[in-house]
C-alpha cells in the first residue's frame, strides 16, 4: 500500500471512530456507533497489516486469528451482567501491549538518531510503560474486584498515602537515571520502575470499595487510551495517537461528570484517594423522611398508581434482578400505568451499566429516553 493511500485510509478510520463515539452518546444510535466503530478498526488494521515495512505475514495471521477466535466466543459467552469484568480485562490487554512495546523499542532502540530525537524518545518508551503497567494491574485487580476473586470492600494499607508518595518520588528518580544511562544500562531502571509502578496499580485500585467500580472503569478506560497514545508516540503511528487520544480524552471527560455525580474530587479519584470519603464534596443533607413499607403496600402502591418511577441500581446489578423489574415493568405498561427509569450516572458496576441490564431485559428504550 503506498503511503498516500495509507494516509487517506487512516483519515478515513479517524472519523469512522469520531462518528462511532458520536453515535455511542445516545442509546437509538449506539447499534450505528457500534458499527462505524467496527468499520474503523478493520480499515484501520487492514491498511497497517498492507504497509511496505509489514512483513511476516504467517505469524500476524495466526495471532489474528486467535484473537478474532477468543473475541467471538467472548462476546457470545460472556452474559451482561458480566461485562464490567470483561471491559476491565480488555483495559489490562491495552495496558500490557504498551509495557511490552516499551520494552521491545529500547531493546532496539536506534542510537544514530538526533540526540534530541533520542532523547525525545526514550522519554516516549519510559511514559509508555508507566502509563500502561499501571493500566494493566489496575485494570486486573478491577477485574478482580468484580468478578468476587478479590474482596469488593476497600483495603487499606498502613499509611497509604506516603507509600504511594515514595512509589511516585523513585519513579521520578528512576526515569532520571533511565534518560541519563548509557545504552544498554537504562533497561535496569526501566524494570524496576516497572515493577514498582505495577505494585501502585494494585495499591491504588485495592484502596477502593465495589461501589466505586464505575469511576473506576471509567478512569482505566481512559488511562488505556493515553497507553495506546503513547505507544502511538513510540512506533511513529498517527492512527494510534488519534484513537488513543480520542480514548483517554472521553474517558476523562466521563470520569470527571461521573465524580461530579458522585460529589467526588476528580484528582482525587485520578490518584485513588477515594473510597473511603476523602475528596469527597461537602456533606449535601438528606430533605424529607424515609418512608417503611411492606410487600403488600408495595403492591396496592402501584395498582392504585398511573405514573411509575424505577430508581434502579448497583443492588439490582448485583442481584441480576432486572428480569423481575422488566415483567414489573410489563404490569404496570399493560395497566396503563406510565412507567419511567430514573437512572444515576454512576450507578452499577460500570459507566452505562443499568441501560445495558435493562437493554438485556427487554425493557424498551422509550422508557429510558432521556434518564439522568
Known amino acids: 500500500m503506498s503511503e498516500n493511500l495509507l494516509f487517506v485510509t487512516y483519515v478515513a478510520a479517524t ?9 455511542l452518546s445516545k442509546q437509538e444510535t449506539a447499534t450505528r456507533g457500534n458499527v462505524l466503530g467496527i468499520l ?4 484501520a488494521f487492514g491498511a497497517t497489516a498492507l504497509r511496505p515495512d509489514v512483513t511476516g505475514y504467517g505469524v500476524l495471521l495466526v495471532v489474528v486469528s486467535i484473537g478474532i477466535i477468543l473475541g467471538a466466543i467472548a462476546a457470545a459467552k460472556v452474559p451482561l451482567t458480566s461485562l ?13 501491549a504498551a509495557v511490552l512495546i516499551a520494552f521491545g523499542e529500547y531493546l532496539q532502540l536506534d542510537l544514530t538518531l538526533p540526540p534530541l530525537e533520542l532523547f525525545i524518545h526514550q522519554l ?9 503497567i499501571i493500566t494493566f494491574t489496575g485494570s486486573v485487580i478491577a477485574f478482580a474486584k468484580l468478578e468476587g476473586l478479590v474482596s469488593s470492600k476497600p483495603i487499606f494499607l498502613p499509611g497509604r498515602n506516603w507509600v504511594n508518595l515514595g512509589m511516585a518520588i523513585a519513579t521520578v528518580v528512576l526515569g532520571v537515571q533511565f534518560m541519563t544511562a548509557v545504552y544498554p544500562q537504562g533497561l535496569l ?8 509502578v505495577a505494585v501502585l496499580g494494585v495499591h491504588l485500585v485495592l484502596a477502593i470499595g465495589g461501589a466505586d467500580m464505575p469511576v473506576v472503569i471509567s478512569i482505566l478506560n481512559c488511562y488505556s487510551g493515553w497507553a495506546s497514545t503513547a505507544t502511538g508516540f513510540m512506533l511513529s ?4 495517537i488519534v ?10 471527560i466521563l470520569s470527571y461528570v461521573m465524580c461530579k455525580a458522585m460529589n467526588r474530587s476528580f484528582v482525587n479519584v485520578i490518584f485513588g484517594g477515594f473510597g473511603d470519603g476523602v475528596g469527597a464534596g461537602p456533606t449535601q443533607q438528606i430533605q424529607g423522611e424515609a418512608t417503611p413499607t411492606t410487600v403488600e403496600e408495595t403492591v396496592d402502591l402501584l395498582r392504585d398508581a398511573r405514573s411509575v418511577i424505577i430508581v434502579p441500581g448497583y443492588g439490582m446489578a448485583v442481584a441480576q434482578a432486572q428480569h423481575p423489574v422488566a415483567d414489573i415493568t410489563r404490569m404496570l405498561t399493560n395497566r396503563g400505568v406510565q412507567v419511567r427509569f430514573a437512572i444515576h450516572p454512576v450507578a452499577g458496576r460500570m459507566p452505562g ?5 435493562l437493554a438485556e431485559s427487554k425493557i424498551p428504550y422509550v422508557y429510558r429516553s432521556g434518564n439522568g
Not at 15 to 21: D, G, N, R, Y
Not at 84 to 96: A, I, R
Not at 237 to 240: A, K, T, V
Request: net charge negative; glycine share 18%.
Open 237 to 240: 503511528n498517527d492512527l494510534l
Open 189 to 196: 531502571p526501566l524494570g524496576i520502575m516497572t515493577a514498582i
Open 124 to 132: 516516549e518508551i519510559y511514559l509508555g510503560a508507566f502509563i500502561g
Open 353 to 357: 451499566h443499568m441501560n445495558v441490564l
Open 243 to 252: 484513537t488513543g487520544t480520542l480514548v483517554g480524552s472521553s474517558g476523562m
Open 84 to 96: 464490567p469484568q470483561m471491559v476491565g480485562l480488555f483495559n489490562s490487554f491495552v495496558g500490557l
Open 15 to 23: 472519523a469512522l471512530f469520531i462518528f462511532s463515539i458520536g453515535g
Open 40 to 43: 474503523g478498526m478493520v480499515a
